[in-house]
C-alpha cells in the first residue's frame, strides 16, 4: 500500500512537485496530467471534481486559491484522511514561500525550486497516513501533535519561559526526539495547523546544531515571516522559538547555553525516557501494552509504543493504535451531542483496544489478548486518571 502526492498550477498544469512514500511506483507524467486534464475539464464546464474511486484506490482533488491544485492518490486510504493530508500540504507550502508567492506567482519554475525547500515537512506529513505498513518507522498521527510526559515537565517549562522571554519571544517548545516536553502558553495558543507544521519542521532539520529558517504561520501571519529558531541542547533534544528580526542566531547560540546550562543532566535524563513516552515510576496494570491519551482542544495526544521499552516490539503496538485512532476512535472527537458515542473498543487474537471519552480527552489502552473484555472499560478510566493525576506533568 502508498500514497501519492502531487500538485500542479491550476492554469496551465505544470508539474510543481510529485511524493510517494509507501510499495507504489513513481507516477509517470502521463498519468499526473490526466489526473490534472480530467480535472480542469470538469472545472471548465461548471462541474467540481472532488474525488474518485476505484476498488482500492482513492483520488482526490484540491484547488486552492485558485493558483495551485494538489492531487492525492492513496491506496485503502479514508477520502477524509486524504482531504485533511492536502489542507496540511497546502499549510506546509504557505509556511514555506508564503501565501502571496502562491497566490501571485509569475513563473512556475520558480515556484517550483523555492517548494523544494517543504518536502522534508510534506514526506513527514505523508508518514503520518496509515497505510498498514509496518517497514515505515514513523507512528505519527496527522491531526495531533505528540507530546511527552517526564517527571521534568515543569522544570524544562520554567526554563523555556526564561529562554523565550531573554530572546524577545513568546512562542517557544522544547523538543524532545520528536515529541513536545514543552511549550509556553502563547505557542498552544497557535492554530493546530501551524503547530502541527511547526514540529514537523522542526524534526527535519538534520544534524545541524542551529537553524533559523522564515517561515509564515498560515492563520496568524501568512504575509509575513517569521524565524523558526532551533538549538540542540543535547542529543535528540532541541528548543525552538518563533522570533522577530532580533536578535541573530548568534546571539541567541550565547543565550541559550547561558540559559540552559544548568540544566544538562536533566536534559540527558529526559531523552532517554522516548519511546516510552512517560516515566518508569508510573506502573500500569498488568495486561496493558500500550496506550494513546489525546487531549482534543489543543490536537495533542501522547503515545506509549509499549510498557517494556521493546523497541522491535514498540513500532507494532504503535501501528495499531494509530490504526485504531484512523477507523474508530476519530468518531470520539465529534462535539458533545445527545447521541455522540462516547466509548468504543475492539478485539482481535492478538490484542484489545478500548478507548473511551472523558470530557476533552480520549483515552485508548490497547491489552494482551487475555484480559477480559469487561474489565477494559475499569482498566481505561484507572489509567487515565493514574496518567493525568499527576500535577508535574504539563498536560
Not at 525547500?117 to 497516513?129: A, G, T
Not at 490484542?351 to 476533552?360: N, P, T, V
Request: with cysteine.
Amino acid at each position: 500500500m502508498g500514497l501519492h502526492l502531487m500538485s500542479l498550477t491550476a492554469s496551465g498544469g505544470l508539474p510543481l512537485f510529485s511524493r510517494k512514500i509507501g510499495a507504489v511506483e513513481s507516477l509517470p507524467f502521463s498519468t499526473m496530467a490526466s489526473l490534472n486534464g480530467v480535472h480542469m475539464f470538469c472545472n471548465s464546464h461548471g462541474c467540481e471534481l472532488k474525488n474518485v474511486y476505484t476498488e482500492d484506490t482513492t483520488v482526490v482533488w484540491k484547488t486552492l486559491e485558485d493558483s495551485i491544485t494538489l492531487i492525492a492518490v492513496g491506496v485503502c486510504t479514508q477520502e477524509s484522511v486524504l482531504n485533511e493530508l492536502l489542507d496540511f500540504a497546502f499549510g506546509a507550502l504557505v509556511m514555506i514561500v508564503g501565501l502571496e508567492e502562491i497566490r501571485m506567482h509569475r513563473s512556475a519554475e520558480r515556484l517550483k525550486r523555492d517548494l523544494r525547500i517543504s518536502y522534508p515537512v510534506l514526506d513527514r506529513l505523508m508518514e503520518c497516513i496509515d497505510l498498514g505498513n509496518q517497514s515505515l518507522s514513523s507512528s505519527d498521527i496527522l491531526s495531533l501533535v505528540p507530546v511527552v510526559f517526564t517527571p521534568e515537565n515543569s522544570l524544562l517549562l520554567n526554563c523555556l519561559e526564561v529562554w523565550t522571554e531573554v530572546i524577545n519571544s513568546q512562542f517557544g517548545c522544547v523538543v524532545v526526539e520528536n515529541s513536545i516536553a514543552a511549550a509556553t502558553s502563547a505557542w498552544w495558543e497557535l492554530d493546530a495547523h501551524e503547530r502541527k507544521l511547526l514540529q514537523l519542521l522542526i524534526m527535519s532539520s538534520g544534524g545541524v546544531t542551529a537553524t533559523d529558517i522564515p517561515v509564515f504561520l498560515p492563520q496568524k501571519s501568512p504575509t509575513v515571516p517569521f524565524r523558526l529558531v532551533s538549538c540542540m541542547l543535547v542529543s535528540g533534544v532541541w528548543v525552538s522559538a518563533l522570533c522577530g528580526p532580533a536578535p541573530s542566531l548568534s546571539q541567541i547560540e550565547r543565550l541559550t547555553a547561558e540559559c540552559w546550562k544548568h540544566v544538562t543532566e536533566v536534559l540527558k535524563s529526559v531523552s532517554s525516557i522516548v519511546p516510552r513516552n512517560f516515566p518508569q515510576s508510573i506502573i500500569l496494570q498488568q495486561g496493558i501494552i500500550g496506550f494513546l491519551l489525546i487531549n482534543i482542544p489543543l490536537s495533542k495526544y501522547v503515545m506509549s509504543n509499549t510498557v517494556s521499552n521493546n523497541k522491535k516490539e514498540s513500532r507494532s503496538n504503535c501501528d495499531v493504535l494509530r490504526t485504531f485512532f484512523y477507523e474508530s476512535a476519530t468518531s470520539l472527537t465529534s462535539p458533545h451531542g445527545e447521541h455522540a458515542a462516547l466509548e468504543t473498543y475492539w478485539c482481535s487474537e492478538y490484542h484489545k483496544i478500548y478507548a473511551m471519552r472523558i470530557e476533552d480527552e480520549i483515552m485508548c489502552v490497547l491489552f494482551s489478548s487475555n484480559i477480559p473484555t469487561p474489565t477494559m472499560r475499569i482498566l481505561t478510566r484507572e489509567t487515565h486518571a493514574l496518567l493525568t493525576g499527576d500535577k508535574h506533568f504539563c498536560w
